[in-house]
């Protein structure tokens, strides 16, 4: 019998894609399936954006680049950065991944051992727990609550700290909540943070592009108290639909970012060399598919909370950032994994069970409002009819 290392009996995974596997092999049964599970949008990459790839790769660009990424789309990143958030940030510090979960990788992996504590979201992205228990490093779930609106507590979060204490993960917008956190909560935590001058930062920010309701993205780049050990995961992976380019960057200060470069030879030697020309394309290029995208998100969001809040025992606050709904389902008596399971078996539609982004999803589903309107309200009556028809067990 083969031998593996027991860290390998730690390591979760994100269950959105085995549900997804679920519902496709529904779908060649000849189900018909309304998605509303898997963080993807549902338009195509812009097609500038294609353009930029295919001339790339027309143009001789098939071989490897740096490790971290060609310096005309580091640049890029930096100067779109300092662009929208008025922060200055050098082309020497920008690793281009394949990516964001890369970024995640390597922080937690620069932090967690055994002994060490890493504080993250829950509920919150479920590949962050995963590789904190990976590494040996004890898992710190700071409590992301309905009644803040799916924003975190800065309070809270300082009072989790402890000696032990290595990385804090945050997320805002945020997977799976759509909780944005205002400024004054970030202003709190980031002078909270003073206290622990060894404490490092990752700010995943891929949804920063999605914020609703007139709310202001807050950069976590903004804050010079903490520059020197905050690491920023982001990408084009749901502002430009490229999710299956694979490709992201991060920002890592001093000299975590020859840590990084060095995993990064070690694990995937460079990014795919047109991914990045079109990157490049997609920062430097026209926006208005992204404002276009957005506001029909927009649209798509009010529907979907409007919907939900009509169920019978689901309510569901409103969503700020991202394209996700949370809504709470405890009043119908369901567990939510069960109900999940259910919906998908007996209606076609696929949800995420809030426990598959930690303890204290219990209680709530995720949908991804990436699906047509029409789809949205097809699913909700589904829903609505099937709850008011079937009890819990």
Same mark, same amino acid.
């Given at each position: 019998?083969?031998?593996?290392?027991?860290?390998?009996?730690?390591?979760?995974?994100?269950?959105?894609?085995?549900?997804?596997?679920?519902?496709?092999?529904?779908? *060649?049964?000849?189900?018909?399936?309304?998605?509303?599970?898997?963080?993807?949008?549902?338009?195509?990459?812009?097609?500038?954006?294609?353009?930029?790839?295919?001339?790339?790769?027309?143009?001789?660009?098939?071989? %490897?680049?740096?490790?971290?990424?060609?310096?005309?789309?580091?640049?890029?990143?930096? =100067?779109?950065?300092?662009?929208?958030?008025?922060?200055?940030?050098?082309?020497?510090?920008?690793?281009?991944?394949? +990516?964001?979960?890369? @970024?995640?990788?390597?922080?937690?992996?620069?932090?967690?051992?055994?002994?060490?504590?890493?504080? %993250?979201?829950?509920?919150?992205?479920?590949?962050?727990?995963?590789?904190?228990?990976?590494?040996?490093?004890?898992?710190?779930?700071?409590? !992301?609550?309905?009644?803040?609106?799916?924003?975190?507590?800065?309070?809270?979060?300082?009072?989790?700290? @402890?000696?032990?204490?290595?990385?804090?993960?945050?997320?805002?917008?945020?997977?799976?909540? +759509?909780?944005?956190?205002?400024?004054?909560?970030?202003?709190?935590?980031?002078?909270?943070?003073?206290?622990?001058?060894?404490?490092?930062?990752?700010?995943?920010?891929? %949804?920063?592009?999605?914020?609703?309701?007139?709310?202001?993205?807050?950069?976590?780049?903004?804050?010079?108290?903490?520059?020197?050990?905050?690491?920023?995961?982001?990408?084009?992976?749901?502002?430009?639909?490229?999710?299956?380019?694979?490709?992201?960057?991060? !920002?890592?200060?001093?000299?975590? %970012?020859?840590?990084?470069?060095?995993?990064?030879?070690?694990?995937?030697?460079?990014?795919?060399?047109? =991914?990045?020309?079109?990157?490049?394309?997609?920062?430097?290029?026209?926006?208005?598919?992204?404002?276009?995208?957005? =506001?029909?998100?927009?649209?798509?969001?009010?529907?979907?909370?409007?919907?939900?809040?009509?169920?019978?025992?689901?309510?569901?606050?409103?969503?700020?950032?991202?394209?996700?709904?949370?809504?709470?389902?405890? &009043? @119908?008596?369901?567990?939510?994994?069960?109900? *999940?399971?259910?919906?998908?078996?007996?209606?076609?539609?696929?949800?995420?069970?809030?426990?598959?982004?930690? !303890?204290?999803?219990?209680?709530?589903?995720?949908?991804?409002?990436?699906?047509?309107?029409?789809?949205?309200?097809?699913?909700?009556? &589904?829903?609505?009819?099937?709850?008011?028809?079937?009890?819990?067990?």
């Amino acid at each position: 019998m083969l031998k593996t290392i027991a860290a390998f009996d730690r390591i979760g995974e994100e269950n959105a894609f085995a549900v997804l596997a679920r519902a496709n092999a529904l779908a *060649a049964q000849g189900r018909d399936i309304i998605s509303l599970g898997i963080g993807q949008p549902d338009f195509r990459t812009p097609d500038f954006i294609v353009e930029a790839a295919v001339k790339a790769l027309r143009d001789g660009h098939h071989g %490897y680049t740096a490790a971290n990424g060609i310096l005309p789309l580091r640049e890029a990143v930096a =100067a779109n950065l300092n662009k929208r958030y008025g922060v200055e940030v050098s082309p020497e510090s920008v690793m281009i991944m394949p +990516g964001g979960k890369p @970024t995640m990788f390597m922080s937690i992996l620069m932090f967690g051992e055994p002994g060490a504590e890493i504080m %993250y979201p829950d509920p919150g992205f479920p590949i962050y727990r995963s590789m904190i228990e990976y590494t040996g490093a004890t898992p710190v779930p700071v409590p !992301i609550r309905e009644e803040n609106g799916f924003a975190f507590s800065a309070e809270e979060t300082l009072k989790l700290i @402890t000696p032990k204490t290595r990385l804090i993960i945050v997320n805002s917008p945020a997977n799976p909540t +759509g909780g944005v956190t205002p400024k004054s909560e970030v202003d709190k935590l980031v002078a909270g943070l003073e206290k622990w001058p060894d404490v490092a930062i990752m700010s995943d920010e891929i %949804y920063d592009h999605m914020v609703y309701d007139g709310e202001k993205h807050v950069c976590l780049l903004s804050y010079p108290s903490i520059r020197d050990r905050l690491i920023l995961l982001n990408g084009w992976s749901k502002t430009y639909a490229m999710t299956g380019w694979r490709l992201g960057y991060a !920002i890592f200060p001093g000299k975590l %970012y020859d840590y990084a470069r060095k995993l990064a030879v070690n694990l995937h030697s460079c990014v795919n060399a047109s =991914a990045q020309y079109a990157g490049l394309a997609a920062l430097t290029g026209p926006q208005d598919e992204v404002v276009k995208m957005i =506001a029909e998100f927009d649209k798509r969001r009010k529907v979907v909370v409007d919907g939900l809040n009509k169920l019978p025992g689901v309510s569901c606050i409103t969503p700020k950032g991202a394209f996700y709904a949370f809504p709470n389902i405890k &009043r @119908t008596g369901w567990k939510a994994k069960e109900l *999940a399971t259910t919906l998908l078996n007996e209606t076609g539609v696929v949800t995420i069970g809030g426990p598959d982004f930690g !303890i204290l999803g219990e209680g709530y589903l995720r949908l991804s409002y990436a699906n047509s309107t029409e789809n949205i309200l097809k699913a909700l009556d &589904r829903m609505g009819d099937f709850l008011s028809k079937k009890k819990a067990a």
